[in-house]
């Protein structure tokens, strides 16, 4: 069964620094998708980025980026030039290609922007 | 993107009594996702609604507990029966949109007492 580790329950970064949360993920399929998720106290789920396993570029959304090394199962996130609006819970998630909406979630990093 | 709705957006029940929750799409798509997450925990589905047919369950979550309806292809419904209070979770759904990403609502906190 494929799980999705990350392995820092908090995390805390000065405003406009950088601050990156790891992520590891255990699979046997070769094709997947990997994910980020911020969930600020609104409860809402909110995409950060998307990575997909067949690519060897790392993807990159404004100051979002992740670094993910396929062999080693990692996918960590990137946050550059920190804001006190990403002060939230930051999920690391996978699916497999051809499950529909199957998610499978990590336990997340609470993330605290100090100003 | 798509705009998901999510009603009620907090509830606060009785042991024993049951709570639907509705969930609205701003364009049709043909599967749509139940998750819970539990107080402190992360994101579990429970289950897949097509429009049509019985919903597909997850392991560990059965339709007599949560029931599921999908008449159409914007809409859903969630019930949670005869709760107790270790039914107090958050309940997104979600959908698939464009370049395989995941889409969620914003929730219905529910507390149950």
């Known amino acids: 069964a494929q799980t999705v580790t990350q392995s820092q329950p908090e995390m805390s970064v000065q405003e406009a620094e950088t601050v990156t949360l790891s992520c590891t993920y255990d699979?046997?399929?070769?094709?997947?998708?990997l994910f980020w998720y911020k969930q600020p106290p609104s409860r809402q789920m909110i995409l950060v980025i998307r990575?997909?396993?067949?690519?060897?570029q790392n993807a990159t959304e404004n100051r979002f980026s992740v670094n993910f090394q396929k062999a080693a199962k990692s996918f960590s996130l990137k946050i550059s030039d920190s804001q006190l609006g990403d002060a939230a819970m930051y999920f690391c998630?996978?699916?497999?290609?051809?499950?529909?909406?199957?998610?499978?979630f990590g336990k997340g990093t609470k993330l605290s922007v100090k100003p | 993107s798509a705009v998901i709705s999510q009603k009620p957006s907090r509830d606060i029940c009785q042991r024993g009594t049951s709570l639907t929750i509705q969930c609205q799409v701003d364009?049709?798509?043909?599967?749509m996702f139940w998750y819970r997450q539990q107080p402190g925990q992360s994101l579990t589905l429970i289950a897949t609604?097509?429009?049509?047919?019985?919903?597909?369950?997850e392991s560990g979550f059965v339709i007599d507990k949560f029931p599921i309806s999908r008449p159409n292809l914007t809409f859903s419904t969630l019930t949670v029966s005869n709760m107790s209070p270790e039914d107090s979770s958050i309940y997104l759904c979600?959908?698939?949109?464009?370049?395989?990403?995941?889409?969620f609502g914003s929730g219905t906190q529910l507390s149950v007492l």
């Open positions: 609604a097509n429009q049509g047919s019985e919903a597909t369950y």
């Open positions: 699979t046997s399929e070769s094709d997947y998708y």
């Open positions: 990575q997909e396993a067949y690519k060897q």
């Open positions: 998630a996978y699916r497999r290609e051809g499950s529909q909406g199957n998610l499978i």
């Open positions: 979600s959908v698939r949109g464009g370049s395989e990403k995941l889409f």
């Open positions: 364009s049709q798509v043909t599967m």
